[in-house]
């Protein structure tokens, strides 16, 4: 089966750096998303990795190793407005997103 | 502006009684998608739309049905069928080839069953 394994909860504080990842196991890949999530609110398009490496845009990178069915979202100089859930997908060999259950990140003066 | 309307934002429903919740967009885009959010669930696909007058059915499309007559416009019944259909709905388009374009949501509508 396909699955998408991201930690349920993190806690970072104000100014620091925090790092959340993401493990998939999916039939085929075309390319792996991070959402942002307010509350009670619609998903927000962070970043896409289809490449292996690294892609910064600004406080947020996201990484991607393929051989290794893995990524991460590093987000620096934390503010109190990144309190949010952060969500993994990967498209898959039929372009159909999986989606993992999404990670609530708690930030902390 | 550009973007994607759904409406109510909270609705409630008396069991065996069917509701429908609107997806409008004026972004021009082909793909239309319903989502299911459950708490510490990922998005559950419905259903899905890549074209006007045609839908696909999702993973969990049971107890659900959809229709696609213009564009713009991608509304989702929930039946009576739909044994669980307290949840957050969130309608999704996407603009570009299917393989590179980002999802752009709604702000979603939350049902609740009562």
């Known amino acids: 089966g396909q699955n998408i394994d991201q930690p349920t909860e993190m806690t970072a504080t104000e100014g620091a750096i925090v790092q959340i990842n993401c493990t998939y196991q999916?039939?085929?890949?075309?390319?792996l998303f991070w959402y942002q999530q307010h509350a009670g609110e619609a998903p927000t398009f962070l970043s896409y990795?289809?490449l292996d490496g690294l892609e910064e845009k600004g406080r947020f990178s996201s990484f991607l190793s393929r051989s290794k069915g893995y990524s991460y979202l590093l987000l620096k100089e934390l503010q109190m407005k990144d309190s949010a859930s952060y969500l993994c997908?990967?498209?898959?060999?039929?372009?159909?997103?999986?989606w993992g259950a999404g990670t609530k990140l708690i930030i902390k003066p | 502006d550009g973007g994607i309307t759904q409406s109510p934002k909270y609705l409630f429903r008396k069991e065996g009684q069917n509701v429908t919740l609107s997806c409008e967009q004026n972004?021009?885009?082909?793909?239309m998608y319903w989502y299911r959010q459950d708490p510490g669930q990922g998005l559950r696909l419905i259903y899905y739309?890549?074209?006007?007058?045609?839908?696909q059915k999702g993973d969990i499309a049971e107890g659900y049905s959809v229709s696609r007559e213009k564009k713009e416009s991608f509304p989702l019944t929930v039946t009576s069928a739909q044994k669980n259909p307290t949840a957050f709905y969130l309608c999704?388009?996407?603009?570009?080839?299917?393989?590179?374009?980002?999802?752009?949501f709604g702000e979603g509508s939350r049902l609740t069953v009562l």
């Open positions: 999704a388009t996407q603009g570009q080839g299917r393989d590179t374009g980002e999802l752009f």
């Open positions: 972004l021009n885009h082909d793909a």
């Open positions: 739309s890549q074209i006007v007058n045609d839908f």
């Open positions: 999916t039939s085929g890949f075309n390319g």
């Open positions: 990795n289809v």
């Open positions: 997908a990967v498209m898959d060999s039929n372009y159909q997103l999986i």
